[in-house]
């Protein structure tokens, strides 16, 4: 049997992509006077000139159409504190934004309240992929304030961890 033919399990799928430690972000946006996001582990940088970012989100998203149509988005790169609002905003239908603070970026997109840090996108490219889009966005606006929150929310195994400095620094 040659390797190509072997079936992917989904589950096995799930757990080997578990091992990617990444920061949790979630991207926001706003149409027709309603803010929009969710959870998001899938962001990375693209470019450096222009600026271009990007995430993928499932074709079945509630928010990407909404997304597609302000044309703009926000990648909140969530701080340590923030496991509440990861929570939040990865069920569906649910109201994800009640009692969530937040305030309008540049581009009219909402930045949720004690983010570690923050990105302002136009949407540039759009390619259906499998069962999800990658949207790339450039940046047109990002955070230039010192904020108070210092430590980035992780995900590992499935699990929220905390960052731990490394012994050999
Ligand atoms: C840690 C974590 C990371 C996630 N990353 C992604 C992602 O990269 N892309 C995606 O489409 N959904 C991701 N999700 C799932 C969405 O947050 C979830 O499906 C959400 O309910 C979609 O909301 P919507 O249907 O309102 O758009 C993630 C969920 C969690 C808990």
Redesign the pocket.
Known sequence: MSLSSIAIEPLSYREALGHYASG?TVITSFIDGEPIG?????FYSVSMDPPLVS????A?????PKIRKAGRFLVNILSAEQVHI??R????GTDKWRGVEWEESPLGNPIIAGSLHWLDCEIYAVHPVGD?LIVIGEVKALNLQATTVTQPLL?FKGQYRNLGAHSEA
């Open positions: 949790i969710f959870t998001c582990q899938s995430f993928s989100v499932m079945s998203s509630a928010c990407y990861s929570n905003f990865s069920l569906r999800h995900y």
